[in-house]
T-cell receptor
Framework: NAGVTQTPKFQVLKTGQSMTLQCAQD?????MSWYRQDPGMGLRLIHY???????DQGEVPNGYNVSRSTTEDFPLRLLSAAPSQTSVYFC?????????????FGSGTQLSVL | GIQVEQSPPDLILQEGANSTLRCNFS?????LQWFHQNPWGQLINLFY???GTKQNGRLSATTVATERYSLLYISSSQTTDSGVYFC?????????FGRGTSLIVHP
């Protein structure tokens, strides 16, 4: 099925632990991105990529790493989790961040850092 | 950075009613998009509308870029319209989102 597959759906970490959120799409989209959503807030861009081997920082990149070795995959790494990173994370892919076409979102990862 | 304000913050309607959601932004932008997040958290983009008017079924949007606002109209609302509506603005690759309008449509 076409779409964005984001895993895991839920994760609990202890402060200082590291983990990787996975994001994969099978639509051959060049543009992929990671957002975080905090309660009562809109989305904030963490990192984005415009193609394999090309990544750049968004609005809130500190504490997160990304890489884009293939067109399909765009993992987000938390290097040393902090309680401030408790949030819901969304991955998205499409033809670009601004588009008349559909921008595909993953179903989200609810992350709690204790 | 750009400030984005959405109003009203909350809206409760009966099925069949019409509504207007507003998005004000503090600076000129090249891009503006409206999103809907359903009660289960799923996000979809509704309109890319940096200027002008677009319609898609019961939804339509108008952006007046020179006056720095955009409006999203929902006509004959249905319970499936419930959720949070966000607008996002920006110049290139980094959008700035508003806090959203939470809409509840009662049957």
């Amino acid at each position: 099925n076409a779409g964005v597959t984001q895993t895991p759906k839920f994760q609990v970490l202890k402060t200082g632990q590291s983990m990787t959120l996975q994001c994969a799409q099978d639509m051959n989209h060049e543009y992929m991105s990671w957002y975080r959503q905090d309660p009562g807030m809109g989305l904030r861009l963490i990192h984005y990529s415009v193609g394999a081997g090309i990544t750049d920082q968004g609005e809130v990149p500190n504490g997160y790493n990304v890489s884009r070795s293939t067109t399909e995959d765009f993992p987000l790494r938390l290097l040393s989790a902090a309680p401030s990173q408790t949030s819901v994370y969304f991955c998205a892919s499409g033809t670009g961040p601004w588009t008349n076409e559909k921008l595909f979102f993953g179903s989200g990862t609810q992350l709690s850092v204790l | 950075g750009i400030q984005v304000e959405q109003s009203p913050p909350d809206l409760i309607l009966q099925e069949g009613a019409n509504s207007t959601l507003r998005c004000n932004f503090s600076d000129s932008v090249n891009n503006l998009q409206w999103f809907h997040q359903n009660p289960w958290g799923q996000l979809i983009n509704l309109f890319y509308i940096p200027s002008g008017t677009k319609q898609n079924g019961r939804l339509s949007a108008t952006t007046v870029a020179t006056e720095r606002y955009s409006l999203l109209y929902i006509s004959s609302s249905q319970t499936t319209d419930s959720g949070v509506y966000f607008c996002a603005v920006g110049g290139s690759y980094i959008p700035t989102f508003g806090r959203g309008t939470s809409l509840i449509v009662h049957p």
